[in-house]
């Protein structure tokens, strides 16, 4: 396959992937689909992981991907250098992503226990008593209601999202890198017609 289109390939997939981790990630924002007041909202979902992380920062590379995939080759070797240094973007987004998605996944949600306060009643357990192994610990959080799950279903999104963008970000990394060194197919192109 041409470096190019192996370009193109990549930057096709990235696009959903970039627009699922923003949606996931604004749904944080609405626990159980509700309106509820900044303050009660989980810290991590401030750090904008999926937002800028896993969307923006990988949005920009799959843009030049697809440009680089033009027409089923790399116009230039310029291109495809452009190309690796906007994947290392992509790939530092997506690894941010998982990083504060597995925060969010270990620390669990902010919610009410019941008093009317608002604390991260999962904060300081060990990864062995992890809320996440022991669902009975889940009624711990009355308000906002189902906030357990909502943070667990939009935090493994996120997580598994930035693991697949970091992935074919880093394998544009290797693909451009091949491009730049040993031309593009365009060019092998040129020589197979010239020799005909």
Not at 135 to 141: A, G, L, R, V
């Amino acid at each position: 396959m041409c470096t190019g289109k192996c370009s193109k390939c990549i930057g096709v997939v990235l696009f959903p992937l970039a627009v699922c981790a923003i949606i996931s990630n604004l749904l944080l924002y609405f626990p159980n689909g509700n309106v509820i007041d900044v303050h009660k909202i989980t810290d991590l979902v401030w750090f904008f992981h999926g937002i800028l992380g896993a969307g923006i920062l990988v949005i920009l590379p799959a843009f030049m991907m697809l440009g680089a995939g033009g027409a089923g080759c790399c116009a230039n070797r310029c291109g495809m250098l452009l190309s690796v240094l906007l994947a290392v973007l992509g790939a530092a987004g997506g690894v941010y992503c998982v990083v504060i998605s597995s925060l969010g996944l270990i620390n669990g949600p902010l919610c009410d226990t019941g008093d009317g306060e608002y604390i991260y009643p999962f904060r300081n357990d060990t990864l062995t008593d992890n809320y996440l192994f022991n669902q009975t610990t889940w009624s711990i959080c009355k308000e906002p209601e189902n906030i357990i799950i909502w943070n667990v279903v939009l935090f493994s999104l996120l997580l598994g999202i930035g693991t697949i963008e970091a992935v074919l970000c880093l394998i544009q990394v290797i693909n451009g890198l091949i491009g730049f060194i040993c031309g593009t197919c365009m060019r092998k192109r040129k020589t197979d017609i010239a020799g005909m």
